[in-house]
């Protein structure tokens, strides 16, 4: 069974000669605790080249201590880090495949296998306020820690120090400063590591994070050039890879919110891939297709499984508020329940759905597609080239693709131009995510021009939901007659959807003027 347990600490390195100061002189502590004795064994897992470690999430199997067993600690904002339990178990060589589901967004295909070990002499306090209660625990540790040999033949090696965590219990983060700045004083340093697996494999996450793109043979070329290197400013390449490393990060870190039931973990990670998407196709000059459009395609293919999970989750948010602004008098029979009812049914399903696919040995090959795209970028010869100027034309073939579907659209009517304004929403997309991209060397253009395709993005999404609602509007009343219920109200909430939809149409059309301007100066 899997517990959770949110860890806000801060780490602190300390000389041999270091003494705790009076911590009962920090406001709110009353007394700090006896010291409490633990003997603690780590085997942290990794892949060989340190996939999890490098996402900021480490794996290990810790005995001794009152928090024995499998532990994955996973990044949650600043200084704090979402920490899952699992139990010991029988398993000692190889990761129980329930510890391993959280992260193999991460891992891909990838086994992790030992790469590190620790066995830390830990004395643990705690400071306690005057109603008795733990306001946090200072951990003062002896760490001997072992970095295991990447390849056979290799010696582990071996360091030592000595470190000092203070963890949050039911004090707040003003304590943790405060105590914080009393260990400084006293001559304590703040870590330089966030984990002590990070620290002992630090020469090994310096040398992956530059090691050389590829060989000769590969076909691929290393980012970068004679231009970056005399300080005229970042390469195409560079500015490009930049981004796709990022958004990777960003795809990444929504894989694990959706496995770990977090909300929006659907919605961030359908645009992580719409984003990635949209580089690979803006800057195909700089990134060879030949190897990008297959990652696209299989991009485009796991957004679009997890399409009905998101869509279904905002149709059913928005009903039921639109209900909820009813005058009671036109909600007819049991409304309110039923579309509860469906989306407590629909999130159920769709979280199951979601983690099926990203369980997927389809999906778990395009995470090695990605993590070797990030190893070996296959990068074209403008990648040398500065950034700007490819930035810009990548910005300029977005808004002319941007433009041809607004005409589209225009031309059009009824069904087909509906179908024309939501090809115009996805070239929008296309436009603001190039033109993140292309924001550190264009500036505030593009900032503008970001700014402007978001606005379309919202009103043209409005009606582009509606199709969504309708759908549900239909579906639940015909369910509602069958069960004998009056389904008035699911007729009155495919009406004013339609409404919806025609308002969000009709405000596109005042703002694309102002829009289109927006675009021309940009892209001048």
């Given at each position: 069974m899997t517990t959770e347990h949110m860890e806000i600490e801060r780490k602190?390195?300390?000389?041999?000669?270091?003494?705790?100061?009076?911590?009962?002189?920090?406001?709110?502590?009353?007394?700090?605790?006896?010291?409490?004795?633990?003997?603690?064994?780590?085997?942290?897992?990794?892949?060989?080249?340190?996939?999890?470690?490098r996402s900021k999430v480490t794996l290990r199997r810790r005995t001794g201590g009152p928090d024995a067993g499998w532990h994955v600690k996973l990044p949650a904002g600043a200084g704090a880090r979402r920490e899952l339990h699992q139990p010991l178990g029988p398993a000692v060589e190889s990761v129980p495949q329930p510890v391993l589901e959280p992260v193999l967004g991460?891992?891909?295909?990838?086994?992790?296998?030992?790469?590190?070990?620790?066995?830390?002499?830990?004395?643990?306090?705690?400071?306690?306020?005057?109603?008795?209660?733990?306001?946090?625990?200072?951990?003062?540790?002896a760490v001997t820690g072992a970095a295991l040999p990447a390849e056979a033949?290799?010696?582990?090696?071996?360091?030592?120090?000595?470190?000092?965590?203070?963890?949050?219990?039911?004090?707040?983060?003003g304590l943790l400063d405060a105590v914080g700045c009393l260990l400084v004083e006293a001559g304590a340093r703040v870590s330089g590591s966030a984990s002590k697996v990070g620290r002992i494999l630090a020469d090994r996450l310096a040398a992956l994070g530059n090691q050389p793109s590829a060989g000769e043979d590969s076909g691929r070329r290393k980012p970068g050039g004679q231009q970056a290197r005399r300080g005229r400013g970042p390469t195409a390449g560079e500015l490009v890879l930049a981004a796709v490393?990022?958004?990777?990060?960003?795809?990444?870190?929504?894989?694990?919110?959706?496995?770990?039931?977090?909300?929006?973990?659907?919605?961030?990670?359908?645009?992580?891939?719409?984003?990635l998407r949209s580089i690979f196709a803006a800057f195909r000059p700089v990134l060879a297709r030949e190897h990008t459009d297959p990652v696209r395609a299989e991009l485009q293919w796991v957004g679009r499984e997890l399409s009905g999970t998101r869509d279904g989750e905002v149709a059913l948010e928005h009903l039921r508020a639109l209900v909820a602004e009813q005058p009671p008098e036109l909600v007819l029979g049991p409304v309110a329940a039923r579309l509860q009812q469906t989306e407590l049914k629909e999130h159920l399903r769709g979280a199951e759905h979601a983690v099926q696919v990203l369980s997927d040995p389809r999906y778990l090959r395009l995470v090695d597609a990605l993590n070797d795209l990030l190893a070996r970028p296959p990068v074209t010869e403008l990648a040398e080239a500065p950034a700007k100027p490819i930035a810009l034309r990548a910005v300029r073939t977005s808004g002319k693709r941007l433009r041809r579907a607004v005409r589209a659209a225009d031309r059009a009517s009824g069904q087909a131009r509906h179908t024309a304004l939501h090809e115009t929403r996805k070239a929008a997309k296309r436009v603001r995510y190039t033109a993140e991209v292309a924001l550190a060397v264009l500036g505030r253009p593009a900032k503008k021009l970001m700014r402007a395709m978001k606005k379309v993005q919202k009103v043209l999404g409005h009606a582009q939901d509606t199709v969504i609602t309708r759908q549900y509007?239909?579906?639940?009343?015909?369910?509602?007659?069958?069960?004998?219920?009056?389904?008035?109200?699911?007729?009155?909430?495919?009406a004013l959807e339609e409404a919806r939809a025609e308002r969000a149409e009709q405000q596109f059309w005042t703002r694309w003027p102002r829009i289109r301007a927006v675009l021309k100066a940009a892209t001048s």
């Open positions: 602190f390195e300390a000389g041999p000669e270091f003494v705790l100061p009076d911590l009962t002189t920090v406001p709110g502590v009353a007394c700090v605790g006896e010291p409490e004795e633990h003997e603690l064994e780590a085997t942290y897992y990794d892949t060989p080249d340190l996939r999890l470690l991460i891992l891909g295909t990838g086994s992790p296998v030992p790469v590190a070990t620790v066995h830390t002499h830990r004395l643990v306090r705690r400071l306690v306020d005057a109603d008795g209660r733990a306001l946090a625990e200072v951990a003062d540790d033949g290799q010696a582990a090696t071996v360091v030592t120090w000595r470190e000092i965590e203070v963890e949050l219990a039911d004090g707040d983060e490393a990022e958004r990777i990060g960003d795809l990444r870190s929504a894989d694990v919110a959706v496995r770990t039931g977090q909300p929006d973990g659907v919605h961030d990670f359908r645009v992580a891939c719409r984003r509007c239909i579906r639940l009343g015909l369910a509602a007659a069958a069960a004998g219920e009056n389904a008035w109200t699911y007729g009155r909430l495919h």
